[in-house]
């Protein structure tokens, strides 16, 4: 029985996007994890994250959304997120990634009336 990819928790954590995306490194997560850890009241990696200053509100929105879409049971939705994240990890093709994702949010405006919420917020930055 083959495997379906979006089970796998750590490759979809939070914490594994934020730091493909380069918004933190894996020290800071693996601190703030520790830190978790310790507490005794549940609180969310991310808004720990947010809390200690290490991330952005914006960015941590950008994760779940990038989240979101990673394990969504729609193909299309799972391959935007997935080149929106590898875009995000390399310093080279951030002007190429802006393309992408305003032509990518066109066309799947004009085929379904809606934008890909993570495409719809960094194309904001882009522009910028």
């Not at 601190?31 to 978790?36: D, G």
């Amino acid at each position: 029985m083959k495997r379906d990819p979006r089970d796998d928790t750590e490759v979809y954590s939070i914490g594994t996007i934020l730091v493909k995306m380069r918004a933190t490194t894996r020290e800071s997560l693996e601190a703030v994890l520790r830190e978790q850890s310790r507490m005794t009241e549940d609180e969310l990696v991310g808004a720990l994250l947010v809390r200690a200053g290490i991330i952005t509100e914006e960015q941590l929105e950008v994760a779940l959304s990038a989240q979101a879409g990673l394990r969504s049971s729609k193909p299309h939705v799972r391959a935007l997120a997935a080149a929106d994240l590898a875009c995000r990890s390399s310093e080279k093709v951030r002007s190429l990634a802006g393309l992408l994702r305003r032509a990518v949010s066109e066309v799947r405006k004009k085929r379904t009336g809606e934008e890909f919420p993570a495409v719809q917020m960094l194309g904001k930055k882009d522009t910028q």
